[in-house]
């Protein structure tokens, strides 16, 4: 299954390498990651999407509480939650092409963000499968160029990550 | 208020912590450390020959005294030579701090003249790592890397001090920080009282119970309240390697330790209880076998003060997060005034385990006659007898440890001290050194093999620089028995690279330093040596012992099997 984890860890200089190292030291997968400043200027956000069975996940998250610079973390989909991630795409847009790009972004409520004579640039928000199903319907237009964030997401309602 | 340069405040902490003794090597970006520590004379500096070694030594004054260990080495090759040591450490949970020099912080990246990072390097094999940033950090940075390398599931911590920190013209104001906070790390104090409950109604219950508890029970200090709650309840016992000594061994609920190498009673236990009380134990795959079938009649309560240790290979049915000791008193406190309620199954459980344990009696090895060469089983046993079963010993890793570990009885915590987790050859003489400079009046034995003691054999000189005086005992059996053995089993006999065929006279290599040493090729030559080694606490003496290098080490669990799945001789097998 797949697991969306976000973690607040201290700002410090090879916190972030700690947490990348433990999930090539102990074979677990990552499918995407961020990690930037909070309002707090001592913690980061790092959010990492996973997968695993059960007892995998148990693993990794036991694991990173371990790690001495991760201060709180949450498994999101163990609840409701937001998922978003923001992605840029150059797409070819040449003749008819044009149009049918313009549409196809209005369908997803994306924006295009620059223009040539020759492409679009494209930015969407979404969860993930949005995002997929996005480039699915622009590939046989020619995909030049996608910049994904990965994911980053927040619980619903009043919970709330913080010291 | 006192203003200290950078190399004197690290001098000026080590005192203040109450560290008696730092093993290392110097070099550049150390320097100035070391002339800190030479304008002092609280803190003695042990000079190795290597520094792997200063890793063992330190790692072996931790394992005997509970306290970290402290390392000091420089930059680049010292750091990288340090490194095996620091991964021994980590896997058995051994504190230690390591203090590396740097590079001189604005030469960082650089690729400049022995530049290792080392906080890289050393990232998977330490519980956490520092690097100094502005000399007035020192105080509280080494004051944390000692809380985490002593508190929760204890570690070896790494500081990378750049050289500019330690600048002499520089200095801040000094004050030893008493206590440190950090925000992320509390480590439990007590376990969940709810599920200590549970786990004591079903020992209570139980009808085949057996405690199984390894290396944190030693290093959490738990070993007096489990020996309490064990006798309390009349209930078989078998330890890790790693927990040897914690339960005295020579108590008839004791059934040695247990896994690849353990004793046939303790395994088959393990394979037909009904419960499985582990404690400070991590289910590793030497113990376990093939997990699917591990234990498949047991219910299983596992303590540990580490959440990832629980669950991590074998599902607990009740899992408790806390450290061993206090988990144990409050058992014990539950337990008060309780009776088992199966008392006449628990007594046929005794049948079986004794009977078990008789099947073996006289078989385990056949002794040597006058004029034959010695089995290694039998030079254990009279080490035992020539020292009380009260040294402490170290091994190397081989056939040697396991024989060292199976036919030395160990009735204290603390006193077998080996290399487990990683089975780092090389561990042995340095760990020993380590332990006498601390423990100067006990008897220190390193039990070695002739392959392992050449990893680390340099330390000789560090012995006669300080007189140490370990014991040495080398089972030489002119090869890499282990390596042997398995090719023995699973490889026809081909021995690939496991023979050595250019020993030294390790007679004249030690006289060379000044030292006794002596060769025992027959029976009959033992006891006199070990007498004589044995004879003054304060000299080294090295006693060369032939072995019968055909000598396997048995019990062996069958690769894949359960538990009770053993050779039990070259010939026998469950
Ligand atoms: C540093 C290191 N290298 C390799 C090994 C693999 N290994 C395990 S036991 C062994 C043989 C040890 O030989 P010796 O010290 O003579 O002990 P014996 O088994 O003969 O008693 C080897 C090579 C190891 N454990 N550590
Ligand atoms: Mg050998």
Redesign the interface.
Known sequence: MRHIISILMENEPGALSRVVGLFSQRNYNIESLNVAPTEDPTLSRLTVTTTGDDRVIEQITKHLNKLIDVVKLVDLTEGQHIERELMLVKVKALGAARDEVKRTADIFRAQVVDVTPNLYTVQITGDASKLDAFLQAMAPVGILEVARTGVSGIARGDKVLSL | MELLSGADMIARFLQDEGVEYIYGYPGGAALHIYDALFRQDKVKHILVRHEQAATHAADGYARASGKPGTVLVTSGPGATNAVTGIATAYMDSIPLVVLCGQVMSHLIGDDAFQETDI??VT??VV???F?IRHPSEIPEVLKKAYY?AATGRPGPVVVDIPKDMTAPTERYEYVYPKKVK????NPVTRGHTGQIKKAVELMLKAKRPVFYTGGGVVTGNASEGLTDLVKHLGFPITTTLMGIGAYPQSDRQCLGWLGMHGSYESNMAMHHADLVIAIGARFDDRVTNNTSKFCPTAKIIHVDI???SV??TV?ADVPIVGPAASVINEMISLIQGKEISQPDALAEWWQKLDGWREERVGKLYEPSQEGEPLKPQEVIEAICRATRGEAYVTTDVGQHQMFAAQYYKFDKPNRLITSGGLGTMGFGFPAAMGIKKSYPDDDVVCITGEGSFQMMMQELSTCKQYGVGVKIINLNNGSLGMVRQWQDLNYKSRHAQSYMESLPDFQMLIESYGFTALKVERHEDLEPALERAFADKNELVFLDVYVDPREHVYPMQVPLGSMRDMLLSKTERT
Do not use: N, T, V
């Not at chain 2, 950090?182 to 790390?185: A, D, E, H």
């Open positions: 906080i890289g990232r998977p519980k956490h790592s690097s985490l950090l925000r992320s790390y580490d959440p990832s669950s991590k599902r």
